[in-house]
């Protein structure tokens, strides 16, 4: 589904990704982890279509995506309607006056029938646990209401892959337990997903492959999540753990 | 990841299907140049991080006195021939930067001096030939003067300098401040620019709408930032003295541009009496 030969990607003279190669199989549900800076959100931006590799090249259904294709309007957008991105802070995703119309934003773009859009806002609204907050303005709603609505507005879309960065970041633990269910109820639906993440107390129930960035900007490990946890030495090495961490199942 | 214990009945129908998506046309061009642009801004306000890393590490607030004596100067003197030594020597120096810098400051003293010029021409065509190109080439070197040194100096740099002028601290307070929350705000608005993008997959019909809604979110934004803010620099005994902490001692470079700026300051003096 997604494939990547040998990418690379610089902020002016800042290696953001350096040689990146990984294959992403529908219905797959892939972790990217790693240190601060180490390229896991250029990523991320650069499979949602934000950005292009400098060298390499992104296929994503066979088709490659480069800079010349995503300036065709047409292309980006159903890019876009595929995969859907969650970002790491809510409240950039949200910018319409109520959470019925952030809700209905996309599908009514889609052209879907003003029956078929109610029909989606309300399922959505009631998958997310969210439809008292209906007529509420986002912006006045707390950190874990706000990620349920940018949740939905992705959903709405249906894309086939859900790209979320640090989704459980500002979340209490009772709403990150409820949103990692949600992402396996997601994934059990056939959803491919792809989170960027530091939890490494959940990671391995909203993965079973974890990709692990250097901060060289290189994939230094892709492995089953739970043996990637194991390996302590490998994740001091890339400075995600120091010698407090240890593995709990 | 255990699959077991998970129901996907709950999930709606459609949620399970393939999405048959064929978009329509539509023009985002008002968004890609908005992102663009404040991309730009970004670009400009990160590149300032490497700003003094340059080979004039003139020390600042002698650099920033430097520039404004030499703009007094080019502004009162009635002598072509020393704005034209001013010039010289401005160019001299800017042919020792790198390209990169070179050509934006270039780009700037070239354009704001060609519309001064435009603005000139009545008085050209009318006679006035010698105030008309003095005027122009004053502005080419006052503009110059500037950009090399907003190009050459931190951003932070130059409100720290302007504390050793006694300029009031609540005046570079804020405009430290300001700085920083120019970038902060602008990657908050890149980001819903983007996120703008990602979720426009058809025919937006309310496309200027959305973008009133960023243009809320922002304000809103800044609003809560500046609270806290506020209740930070309460918590911290902020009192509204504002310290820096720079203990730079005069170098053997920062000797040879006082000397440069005397000589400057002489040659004022000799032709203006000429």
Known sequence: ?249 | MDHTEIKVNDMPEWLLKNENYIPSADKDTFVNKSILSVFKVLSRIKKQDSAGETAFQINVPLKVFGTLVLILLVSLTRSFVFVIIVNVWLLAVLSMTDTTRMIVILKLSMGITFFTAIIMLPAFVLGNTYSSIMITTKVFATITAMGLLSHSTKWSALTQALKRFYLPDIFIFILDITIKYIYMLGEFSLNMFYALKLRSVGKNRGKYSSMAGIAGTVFLQSKEMAEDMYHAMECRGFTGEYHMNDKSMFKWRDYLYIGIIAVFFTLFIYFGKV
């Open chain 1, 1 to 249: 589904m997604i494939e990547l030969k040998d990418v690379c990607f610089s902020y002016s003279d800042m290696i953001a990704l350096d040689h990146i190669n990984l294959s992403i199989k529908t219905g797959e549900a892939i972790a990217l982890m790693g240190a601060n800076g180490c390229g896991k959100s250029t990523l991320l931006k650069l499979l949602n279509g934000i950005i292009s590799p400098d060298s390499g090249s992104y296929g994503f259904h066979g088709e490659e995506v480069t800079h010349e294709k995503l300036q065709d309007e047409k292309f980006s957008k159903h890019l876009h309607q595929k995969i859907g991105f969650v970002f790491q802070n809510s409240d950039t995703q949200l910018f319409c006056s109520s959470v019925y119309d952030e809700v209905a934003f996309g599908p009514k773009q889609m052209g879907v029938a003003e029956s078929e859009v109610e029909h989606r806002v309300n399922d959505c609204l009631a998958l997310l646990g969210i439809q008292e907050f209906r007529n509420r303005i986002p912006y006045h709603l707390s950190g874990g209401e706000k990620r349920k609505v940018a949740i939905a507005c992705v959903l709405s879309l249906n894309p086939e892959v859900l790209v979320l960065d640090e989704p459980m970041n500002g979340l209490d633990p009772k709403t990150q337990r409820w949103l990692v269910d949600f992402l396996k109820k997601l994934n059990k639906a056939g959803k491919t997903l792809i989170t960027s993440t530091h939890n490494l107390e959940l990671v391995h129930e909203i993965s079973n492959r974890a990709v692990l960035f250097g901060e060289s900007h290189t994939i230094v490990a892709d492995m089953v999540t739970e043996e990637l946890l194991t390996d302590v030495e490998l994740l001091k090495r890339v400075n995600l753990v120091d010698s407090c961490y240890q593995y709990k199942v």
